[in-house]
């Protein structure tokens, strides 16, 4: 009788721990399609090149993935919208679209064919939507991590399309072009007023805004109003610094510098940009918009040294969500 009794108390433990875990669901993601103006392309990378140099245009590779927030919205925004930025796109851009974890075959050259998923391997894709410029000799002129406005995209286009990257720097044209009456700075009560971020002894987040920035006002009215991305916040020392200054500061590695200097040294074209640090090391640079839950997961993977562990931040965030669906936490990945 008593192991009877124990038998059901088990029984009755286990059901009720099944149902407290119950396994959690991601929402928020998005299917989409692409405009029918994309090119029809048999993937012959060095004929699609061919045949954009005759008609004065650039190969766009626009690579994405199924269910990709982001890739929906920009897709919407910079090419099914009837704007500048997509009359832009059409006139001077042959758009290809590829899939991160796709399996038709490109011919890349004579010599290498590879798969689309093989294919992101090759050229480094670590985000969704990636937009990758070819020239005439196949190279990557100009990057696109992750989403971007219309009208910062709009930018980029015209950087390409002009042949820019011949003599200039993306950033330097994007500085010469913006309009930096977008948006006025925000001050917040986390953010620490700092001037030598040599000496920082907690993980450290170094935001550059100016006001060109298109994504600074979600960044302080969602993102910084979450509770959970202020909770992996609260782990960090965190400087703003404005983009444009000269005002004269000390860098991570104690050299002498300005923001707009140090903006422009490193290539950092996307506001907000943030740089994360622990234990004075540069381990992760945000130059694309991240919404909530990517966001405060990255926070976490810095600050808790993940990083050590784990080959790269995509592969953290498999783990951590299978983890938090498997304790049935929901997860939704939209800009909510």
């Known amino acids: 009788m008593t192991k009877k009794i124990f038998s059901i108390v088990v029984l009755v433990s286990l059901l009720l721990t099944s149902s407290a875990f119950a396994a959690g669901k991601v929402t928020g993601g998005s299917m989409h399609e692409t405009p029918e103006w994309f090119k029809e392309s048999f993937l012959d990378?060095?004929?699609?090149?061919?045949e954009a140099k005759g008609n004065n245009k650039h190969v766009m590779l626009f690579i994405d993935l199924d269910g990709c927030p982001y890739c929906t919205r920009m897709l919407k925004e910079s090419f099914f919208a009837q704007n500048e930025t997509s009359d832009f796109a059409k006139a001077h851009f042959d758009v290809i679209n590829l899939n991160v974890k796709g399996s038709r075959e490109i011919a890349w050259s004579e010599e290498e064919?590879?798969?689309?998923?093989?294919?992101?391997?090759k050229l480094k894709v670590q985000?969704?939507?990636?937009?990758?410029?070819?020239?005439?000799e196949k190279n990557v002129v100009v990057r696109v991590n992750g989403y971007r406005s219309a009208t910062n995209f709009k930018t980029i286009l015209e950087y390409v399309q002009g042949k820019h990257y011949k003599n200039m720097k993306l950033t330097d044209f994007i500085e010469k072009q913006k309009d930096n009456s977008l948006y006025t700075l925000k001050d917040n009560k986390i953010f620490?007023?700092?001037?030598?971020?040599?000496?920082?002894?907690?993980?450290?987040?170094?935001?550059?805004?100016?006001?060109?920035?298109?994504?600074c006002d979600y960044f302080h009215d969602n993102q910084l109003k979450n509770k959970d991305v202020l909770n992996e916040f609260s782990k960090y020392t965190i400087v703003r610094l404005g983009a444009n200054s000269d005002t004269p500061i000390i860098d991570t590695n104690g050299e002498k510098t300005t923001p707009k200097k140090w903006a422009n040294k490193i290539n950092l074209d996307y506001r907000p940009g943030i740089?994360?640090?622990?234990?004075?090391?540069?381990?992760?640079?945000?130059d694309a918009l991240l919404y909530?839950?990517?966001?405060?997961?990255?926070?976490?993977?810095?600050?808790?040294?993940?990083?050590e562990k784990y080959n790269g931040y995509l592969t953290y965030l498999r783990i951590r969500q299978k983890e938090l669906l498997n304790k049935g936490v929901n997860i939704d990945i939209s800009d909510k």
């Open 127 to 136: 985000y969704s939507p990636t937009v990758l410029f070819l020239d005439e």
């Open 45 to 50: 990378m060095s004929e699609d090149i061919e």
């Open 292 to 307: 909530n839950f990517h966001f405060k997961e990255l926070l976490r993977y810095v600050s808790g040294k993940h990083y």
């Open 113 to 121: 064919t590879f798969t689309e998923q093989e294919l992101a391997v």
């Open 192 to 215: 620490k007023n700092i001037t030598n971020l040599s000496n920082i002894n907690t993980p450290l987040a170094v935001i550059f805004e100016d006001g060109s920035c298109t994504q």
């Open 275 to 286: 740089l994360l640090y622990n234990e004075g090391e540069l381990v992760s640079t945000v």
